[in-house]
């Protein structure tokens, strides 16, 4: 590859121009340089006024993400060399309002996650002396794919029904909320169910599968989501027939 | 979002394009219940035969052929990660869910096959 590519920045700056627009900047080109490196290269020589997140530099933390060549990435995990273009088009992630450049307005996912009570919840505690809530591999097994998710949003930015009905729940909500219903500690999965079976939760999911596809944690929110249906079809029957039939 | 936003990206395409075959496969699934409904009538059951085996129709059913096979191909493709079987304490790979839900679709297909028009 050439010694230089150009990197074609998605710009936003509502304080100046209410419109977004490209700006273009010829970065030195290293093979084993990311995304971010190569945004980084912008802020640091070239205009310091470029606005991204980035915090731990290795797929952790989930701050990073980016539209790059128009899929939802996480940027210091993609490398330059891999899109094999000369120019290359890093744009905010996709379905949040811009603040600013690259940087989104996250509260729309926060409320989200609030929503679906992504914690254990207990009917009651045990005394902590008699110990830690012991499990089976098998059973960390059934959630331990999803509890890798780093709340990144870009299974949401992939989501085209999220894009399109901005109020449904969304994947990684979703998925966590199967994380939690599916460990054998937690108590919670009627209540949290309720919260998902209603207009904008599950039944809103179409199975596009787009969110599984870019995940950076191969998390499978689609698969999650799936599985939480059946459950969530059951509860919602429940809640149709006279009390003493319900279990 | 735009209306053509399911061109952006070909998984987006073969998302529709799965949708789009199970209207294909609902349709046949209509004329087919429709043909048992007029089973209790002899004159419009013979007029509706007719037409089911026109050449039209003919043409009709290769092209739902085609989409049933679309979507059954592209539907246990992504459904095989979803179900969690487990056998001899492992969970089953979704390459073998997949392969296994295709062979029991052309089983239950060869079955149907035989009981409809071959009334073994
Ligand atoms: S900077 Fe932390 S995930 Fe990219």
Redesign the pocket.
Known sequence: MADEIILRVTRYRPEQSPLPFHEDFAVPFRNDMMV?DALAYVKDHMDGSLAF?????????????ASVEGTPR????TFLHEIRKPIVRVGPLGHFPVIKDLVVDMDDFMRKLQQVMPWIIRESEKPLERGEYSQLPEQVELYRQQSLC?N?MICYAGCPVYGLEPEFIGPAALALAYRYNVDTRDHGSKERLARLIGRTGLWECTYVGECSVVC?KNVDPAGAIQRLKAPGAIQAIQILLPPILRR | MPSTWWLRNPRYFLYMLREVTSIFVYLYALAFVVQFLLLADRGLFDAFRVLFTSSVFRAFTGVVLVMAVVHAITWWSLNAGVFRIRLRGRTLPPAALFAGGMLAWIVVSGLVYLLVFRGF
């Open positions: 971010l997140r980035w915090s731990c530099r290795m797929g952790i933390c989930g701050s990073c993400g996480l940027t210091c995990s780093i990144c950076p």
